[in-house]
């Protein structure tokens, strides 16, 4: 819309069915944006939406329909709304692919990512490894990687004590954080182990660890191992759905954000970090080294607890501020709204 190009939205009326879904809602209840015209037309079950709006989108003939894709279920859907909509000669499709092999792999995953792409002009992605992966499937797509842009939806940041303040805790404390849906392939026992790893030195130096963000698996294992290592007391658990205007009061009181992942191709919360300023600590996996450069923004280490660890005793000696608070305002001007579209557009012509 910034660049002069008229956008309309359609969404989900039905994303998940309730049975498939683990978390506690898939609705937001923030208010909808007022300048922005969505209506709710797809659901992900039901093809007599997927036709209706395939034939709608193919009738209205857009010069490009952009898909945001990130698991194999949304494939059918998706992927025949899209094959529909071209139909007429005209409209182009994009899918801006956030995964293309899914993390926690099942029984048909690659069938419908490839379904998905055959359906479509070009494929965005926002790192190099996926764009890899769309290749050894589908050679000759059209791909371009673009890292996603800022999150800069949530507000500005506030002072650590008025963080510390809104969200219960003690602003004496220096909080490290993780923060997103906990799914095993993010690395949380790791963090865990490795914390219990560092723990007298984090002790030593006033840290505490907060696990932000909605359990999707595994909720009675990772208490059990905390408690087994003797780290329980050392974690504040704010394990619910973050809403969107909740979110900069975490940021805000933590110094250090963590993505302990065993598995990733990228990671949104890097994004949300970076508009925030705050300097991150990551495994070598995926995409994730690309956007976070060692000992410029945080750390970027070898996936296994050890370093993790080593990491954390580091960080809590010498956070480094001059020199990550320096690196992030530097990197950061690389991840602007402007360059995705830009690549988007791009790749279509």
């Known amino acids: 819309m910034a660049q002069g190009h008229q956008v309309k939205l359609y969404t989900f009326t039905l994303q998940y069915p309730s049975l498939l879904f683990p978390g506690e809602t898939q609705y937001s209840s923030e208010p909808a944006p007022a300048d922005l015209q969505i209506e709710r037309k797809l659901s992900s079950v039901n093809p007599f939406t997927w036709f209706s709006l395939g034939r709608r989108i193919r009738k209205e003939a857009p010069d490009l329909v952009v898909f945001a894709y990130w698991i194999p279920f949304m494939a059918p859907c998706m992927g025949t709304t899209a ?20 993390h926690e792999k099942r029984l048909g995953d690659m069938f419908l990512s490839k379904y998905l792409v055959h359906s479509v002009d070009g494929v965005t992605a926002l790192s190099q490894n996926v764009c890899d992966d769309v290749h050894k499937f589908v050679p000759g797509m059209p791909t371009v990687a673009s890292p996603h842009p800022l ?38 026992d790791w963090l865990i182990e490795a914390y219990a790893k560092a723990k007298d030195v984090l002790d030593a130096h006033g840290c505490k660890l907060i696990v932000a963000g909605e359990f999707y698996s595994g909720r009675e294992r990772y208490h059990a191992l905390a408690q087994e290592l003797g780290v329980e007391e050392a974690i504040i658990w704010k394990t619910q759905f973050v809403p969107d205007h909740e979110v900069r009061y975490y940021f805000s009181a933590a110094e250090l954000i963590m993505q302990t992942y ?44 050890d370093a993790i660890a080593a990491a954390l005793a580091d960080f809590a000696k010498d956070p480094h501020k001059e020199v990550f608070a320096a690196g992030i305002k530097e990197e950061k001007k690389k991840y602007g709204w402007d360059t995705m579209a830009h690549a988007i557009i791009s790749l279509i012509q």
């Open 151 to 188: 999150y800069d939806s949530f507000g500005e940041p506030v002072s650590h004590e008025e963080a510390c303040r809104y969200l219960g805790l003690d602003p004496q404390y220096r909080y490290l954080m993780f923060f997103g849906l906990i799914r095993d392939y993010k690395g949380l």
């Open 83 to 102: 094959r529909i909509a071209r139909r007429n000669g005209k409209t182009k499709v994009v899918v801006l692919c956030h995964n293309f092999i899914p």
């Open 262 to 305: 065993k598995s990733a191709t990228q990671s949104g919360v890097s994004q949300i970090a970076y508009h925030f300023e705050k300097p991150m600590l990551v495994t070598r996996v995926g995409g994730l080294p690309e956007i976070v450069p060692d000992g410029k923004v945080g750390y970027a280490v070898e996936p296994h607890v």
